[in-house]
């Protein structure tokens, strides 16, 4: 079992989020989630649905753990406190900047920055296009710290053929850089053998 940290933000596709959280408790994982403000509205209005609503399948799972993003004092505000990887999903470009500033003033950034100086894998699904140069000096410099930069960037070489699969196996994919294999995972296998069918 492993211990991840997901977070929120106020960027476009919450149903990534879901999925993350979905497919880490089915597999027994721990998920200790937290939400911006801002997340937590794109969330209920791209879903449709209450965010209260939406939490409320994930809360009946005793796996699922839920902070406050004011909570500072928090145990995964810590870097004593173990946690396998973190990944923010979606992440606003406002979270980013601020994580590549230093600023540490909600638990979603502190936690950010404890992954980054206890060397934790940190998935930052960056969320926005066109992109600026700000969005992407931003992008580079935490990647140079060992950020992973995963925008949710759909393959299509397995051909899905709903929103659904897609949203599955970009989400799939961001838990494989956690070291995380789930069967949502797009996997190439090299044959090219149908191609012309
Ligand atoms: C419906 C909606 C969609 C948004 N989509 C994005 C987005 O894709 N990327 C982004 O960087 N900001 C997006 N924003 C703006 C952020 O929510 C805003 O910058 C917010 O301050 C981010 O704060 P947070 O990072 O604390 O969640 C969106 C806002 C709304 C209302």
Redesign the pocket.
């Known amino acids: 079992m492993k211990r991840v940290i997901v977070g929120l ?5 919450s149903l990534l989020a879901q999925s993350v959280i979905d497919q880490l408790l089915t597999l027994g994982h721990e998920v200790h989630f937290v939400a ?4 937590e ?2 969330m209920a ?1 791209e879903l449709e649905t209450p965010y209260e609503t939406v939490l409320a399948a994930f809360k009946e799972n005793p796996l699922f753990h839920l902070y406050d993003n004011d909570n500072l004092f928090a145990a995964i505000s810590s870097g004593s406190f173990p946690i396998d990887g973190m990944c923010i999903v ?1 992440c ?4 980013l900047g601020k994580i590549a500033s230093g600023i540490t003033d ?1 638990l979603i950034c502190r936690a950010a920055d404890v992954s980054l100086k206890e060397r934790r894998p940190l998935v930052l699904m960056t ?2 296009t066109p992109l600026n140069g700000i969005h992407l000096e931003n992008m580079l410099k935490l990647s140079r710290y060992g950020a992973v930069i995963m925008p949710p960037v759909p393959a299509f070489y397995n051909r899905p053929q709903t929103v659904t699969a897609i949203v599955e196996q970009t989400a799939a994919r961001a838990l494989r850089t956690l070291g995380i294999m789930t069967e949502a995972y797009p996997v190439w296998n090299g044959e090219f053998g149908d191609v012309d069918e």
């Open positions: 933000t106020g960027a476009s596709g911006s403000k801002l997340g509205k794109v209005y979606p606003s470009m406002g979270t909600t969320r926005e």
